[in-house]
């Protein structure tokens, strides 16, 4: 279904500018990492490339999904995750479910990926008292169990404590390895470093710049960008 | 004046206690009208509620505060209504229902329906509102999101329904009209206790204000430890 590509992408609330003529395209490979202050627009751009919303003016096409519609195999993990009062296991049959795959594989599948996560122990737990660390997991196991060949992550860690982090940032760079396209908002610099190989800098609404990680922490090519990363533009 | 009061008391503890059959009978038929009208008061009320909660219309807005209006139907007014309905002459007539417990039940029914379709559309749009991303992204259609919403938030739910049955158990005037008080036939609890009291037996009035009361406070108990072990259990 990539590339993905966006042509004069606006939105906007209330005639209030929230996404201002973004025009991307978005290969297959690299990770993406969408960065920028607060304010930025950094989780309207990922919803309107995820479909939740839909872009007030321009075009947002999967090329390689004969460019119409909504391609089913994307997902998205968001900063709090949303479970399901039922157990961690029927939490990611249901995305299952709805993905339309077979009765008889979604439980298999399911156990698969809680065990890729290390929550197999708490498969038969209910899903919303488990810890914020563990329930992130289990969206990012609900998420991968859909076999996405996107996977978008809205700032996935952003409620979670350091060691939580990392854990989720190992599932990440596990996901990735099975060939997923990720693409991430995050107001984390070190985790940009990290997981990313291409920055698109966002600041109100525009995309400033896009180039590759090291390059764009070693050699900003905008002023905007450069004032960022010294954490001089407001950002969280 | 107080020995009269502490006597009637006295015969109407004695009536519940031994299981008095006049008593009993009154009390089986106020459970299965107003059970049977809260089953069908849910199976409208509910969808209802999911509908509203997830879907986007004109004139979505007047139909909210049209069902927030209805909760505070009078029963009277239900059972003028109903009895228009169902009289000889109303458009209804030809069922020959009115005077029998159908009849109650189809006008508790009515009464309780807005009820339990108003608090649920409340708390089935307050789970929508955080759940509607979450379940979009994983494809989910309108329909399918609002069956989700309702097991998700299925011990709310079953609060509501219990004050429902409460609202339908302790009204009179619905009853009162559509059922006519038949002796053996439609009386209530609630009939009973309005006309027993006008006679002046008040054991059998008391007695069954007794089992009355009881039964909203087991209904408020049940209705509160399901939520809080639903809350410990699922979160």
New interface residues.
């Given amino acids: 279904m990539l590339p993905l590509e966006l042509k004069d992408v606006c939105f906007g609330v209330n005639g209030k500018v929230i996404i201002d003529r973004v025009s991307v395209e978005i290969g297959a490979g690299p990770r993406t990492i969408i960065l920028g202050p607060n304010g930025a627009g950094k989780s309207v751009l990922m919803?309107l490339c995820?479909g939740?919303l839909r872009p007030t003016g321009g075009a947002i096409v999967w090329r390689g999904n004969g460019g119409t519609g909504r391609p089913?195999r994307q997902?998205?993990v968001?900063q709090r995750p949303?479970?399901?009062?039922?157990s961690a296991l029927a939490n990611i049959v249901?995305?299952l479910k709805?993905?339309g795959v077979a009765r008889t594989e979604r439980e298999l599948r399911a156990r698969d990926v809680l065990d890729v996560v290390g929550l197999t122990d708490k498969s038969q737990q209910?899903?919303?008292?488990l810890s914020g660390g563990e329930q992130q997991k289990l969206a990012l196991a609900?998420a991968w169990a859909?076999g996405p060949e996107v996977l978008f992550l809205d700032e996935p860690t952003a409620n979670l404590d350091p060691g939580a982090t990392r854990e989720l940032e190992a599932i990440v760079a596990a996901i990735r390895a099975t060939g997923t396209k990720i693409i991430m908002t995050t107001h984390n610099l070190g985790q940009a470093r990290r997981l990313g190989d291409e920055i698109l800098f966002l600041n109100q609404g525009r995309l400033v710049e896009r180039a590759p990680v090291d390059q764009f922490f070693r050699q900003p090519a905008s002023a905007e960008a450069a004032a960022f990363i010294r954490g001089e533009l407001p950002w969280s | 004046m107080m020995n009269d009061l502490g006597r009637a008391f006295a015969e109407a503890f004695g009536l519940v206690a031994r299981l008095d059959p006049q008593l009993l009978d009154i009390v089986a038929l106020s459970l299965k009208v107003s059970l049977t009208a809260v089953v069908l008061a849910a199976l409208v009320g509910l969808p209802l509620g999911a509908v509203l909660a997830v879907e986007r219309f004109r004139g979505r807005q007047a139909v909210v505060v049209l069902l927030n209006a209805l909760m505070g139907l009078p029963p009277v007014v239900v059972g003028l209504l109903v009895y228009l309905l169902l009289s000889r002459a109303g458009p209804l007539g030809s069922l020959g229902i009115l005077f029998t417990p159908a009849a109650m039940i189809v006008a508790q029914a009515i009464l309780v329906t807005p009820i339990v379709a108003a608090l649920s559309r409340q708390v089935l749009e307050d789970a929508w509102r955080e759940y509607e991303e979450q379940l979009r992204s994983l494809g989910a259609r309108r329909m399918t999101a609002a069956i989700t919403l309702l097991w998700d938030t299925r011990f709310s739910l079953v609060t509501i329904v219990l004050a429902g049955f409460g609202r339908a158990a302790a009204e009179v005037g619905a009853v009162m009209i559509v059922g006519g008080n038949i002796d053996g036939v439609t009386r209530v609890m609630t009939t009973t206790i309005a006309l027993e009291t006008s006679k002046g037996d008040l054991p059998l009035a008391l007695g069954l204000g007794v089992i009355l009361v009881g039964l909203v406070i087991m209904l408020n108990a049940a209705a509160s430890l399901i939520r809080e072990a639903a809350l410990r259990r699922y979160g």
């Fill in positions: 919803r995820h939740l089913r997902a998205m968001f949303v479970m399901l009062r039922r249901y995305g709805l993905a209910a899903a919303r008292v609900r859909l």
